[in-house]
């Protein structure tokens, strides 16, 4: 393969190529500065100064039937977490209620689980409902649903779903063996033409290749969603991955996957999730020079940096938070 010319990516009206992509991911590390740099210029045009920040409550917890190899939640995991069905309500609506405090931008609540009963979505639709009345922008992560359950969470006033594709669909079966890339592509175009706003990202460091990062973005260009978390594996320890090396999330590797996501998706929200306090320790002005999304605190079962940890970061390297949520 050949050595990507650097002009290219400075270029918007180009489309990146698969073996762009892949050339972007393998470049040397004598031309980061370069990439950065392209990557920078995308983020101060569509996203200004602006982090969006957001709140993580998981509301159901373990007890999956999938048996998706990193997820701490898995039938197949033996991690230490708590399981419950679902979380109080006096812990769901003051995780709210800080969304508004402090303010950050969005609240998104994770389900574990892969399917639903209607009755369990009317109950979820009920507290989107209440929280949706402080006008709080709110994305729900969640299995597959029906159309049917679909429109009552967007009755329920629900703004954006979470559904990631978490790899390539070649790797995809390395990583879970109980539903396949395809049903989660399905899964997206159904909640899209519904009208929902989507979050869709992946996982980088279970294994997979450069070129399985460059298909995953490829198809999640072609998904166009709103916000695109990437995650760098935390191997946690009773699930399939616990001893998964994570020596090639190197900075320069890690900064070079969401430059690239950056100049594939440069109007989408760039978000670093799980991982950014481990890949990008002491070099966050670099981080935020590529993406505008965080989360402020907790990463579902692994813990995140505190919330005014975050925001005091964000103010001394110069950015505000984006205040989606109405106050
Ligand atoms: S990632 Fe989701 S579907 Fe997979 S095991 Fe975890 S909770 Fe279940």
Redesign the pocket.
Known sequence: MKTIDLSIIKNEEHTLTRDEAISILKLPEEHLDELIEAAFFLRRKYKGNKVSIQLLTNVRSGN?????A??????R?TADIKKYLKISDERLFSDDKLVHDKPLSRHCIGL???SFTDDEIADLARSISDMKKSGTQICCSI?FLTEKQALMLKEAGLDRINHNL?SSRSFYPNI?TT?TYDSRINNIRMLKRIGFEICCGGIIGMGESEEDVADMLIDIREISPESVPINFLLPIKGTKLENRDTSSLTFAYCTKVLALARLMLPHSDIRCAAGREVYFKNNEETLFKIVDSIFAAGYLTENGQGIDDTLTLIKRLGYTGEIESRT
Request: aromatic residues 6%; hydrophobic residues 10%; charged residues 5%.
């Open positions: 999956c039937s999938q048996d998706c990193y997820c701490a939640q898995s039938c995991s574990s689980g892969i299995g978490n879970c539903h």
